[in-house]
């Protein structure tokens, strides 16, 4: 039996082995993007259908195992392999259980003079059932939107206090965590709490468990310890556990 609050090192196709079937609330992964490329931490995937369908099918039919009936998954990625995890997830999880592709949208990186420069990654989401947990994330006013819901106050317009409900494209948190960012930790392909903040927000409750199958940095036990869920989580690379398991003890998680 698997233990939560735990970073293991290893293949997620092997930990899954050890969780029994509907036993996870959410899962969030920012997989392999099918760059080619050679990380400091990791080889990514080649380009090729036949490759990436090798790698994700047998581990999405886990995921989906464990998932409970009212849980939800979000996998990010960008458009170089988007299309065929589409097919892969509709295939495993259902076409009526797709809920959004979502569109995170940042401005760091560099320029193109061949083509439109690439900004943005894709996050699918899926449901296991029609059961799925879900609350909208709010996102606070800008101080704009305030002030013209203040002018029309008197009539039939109305803000919500708490914020908007977040839609499916993200702009307006931390960007690609550029070099001197207070929370750069020294992972290639790190991804920024707030954005991990909104899924686990959406769709997990306090105490509710959340899996990471592909750990890196360790962002999502983080953002879990912070907003009071358990996790479990794993990745291949050795010393994205490490870097992980010291992030968490780090920050006063007596999680091992």
């Known amino acids: 039996m698997i233990e939560i609050n735990k970073i293991y090192h290893g293949d997620c196709l092997e930990v899954m082995k050890d969780i029994p079937d509907n036993y996870i609330d959410l899962i969030y992964c920012d997989i392999l993007y099918g760059t ?3 990380f400091k931490d990791y080889q990514d995937l080649k380009p090729k259908r036949e490759i990436i369908e090798e790698h994700y099918i047998p581990r999405i039919k886990g995921m ?3 998932l409970k009936d009212t849980g939800g998954i979000y996998l990010q990625m960008d458009t170089r392999i988007n299309h065929w995890l589409r097919c892969i997830l509709d295939d495993i999880f259902g076409y009526n259980n797709f809920r959004n592709e979502i569109v995170w949208c940042y401005k760091s ?6 083509e439109y ?3 943005h990654d894709v996050i699918l989401f899926y449901s296991k059932s029609s059961e799925m947990n879900y609350s909208p994330c709010l996102v606070p006013y800008t101080e704009k939107t305030l002030k013209r819901g203040l002018t029309k106050c008197k009539g039939n317009y109305k803000l919500n206090k708490k914020g908007t409900p977040q839609v499916d494209w993200i ?3 931390t960007p690609l965590l550029s070099p001197t960012c207070y929370e ?3 992972y290639d392909t790190q991804k920024p709490k707030a954005l991990i903040e909104i899924f686990i927000k959406s769709s997990s409750k306090k105490g509710d468990l959340v899996a990471d199958f592909y ?3 360790g962002t999502t036990a983080e953002v879990c310890k912070d907003l009071n869920r358990n996790f479990i989580g794993c990745d291949i690379s050795e010393r994205a556990v490490n870097i992980s398991r010291k992030r968490i003890t780090q920050s006063q998680a007596s999680l091992f």
């Open 117 to 119: 420069p690439k900004k």
């Open 109 to 114: 990186g560099g320029l193109s003079k061949t």
């Open 171 to 173: 702009n307006d948190v």
């Open 184 to 186: 750069r930790i020294g």
């Open 215 to 217: 750990m890196g940095s």
């Open 36 to 38: 080619g490329r050679k």
């Open 64 to 66: 989906h195992r464990i």
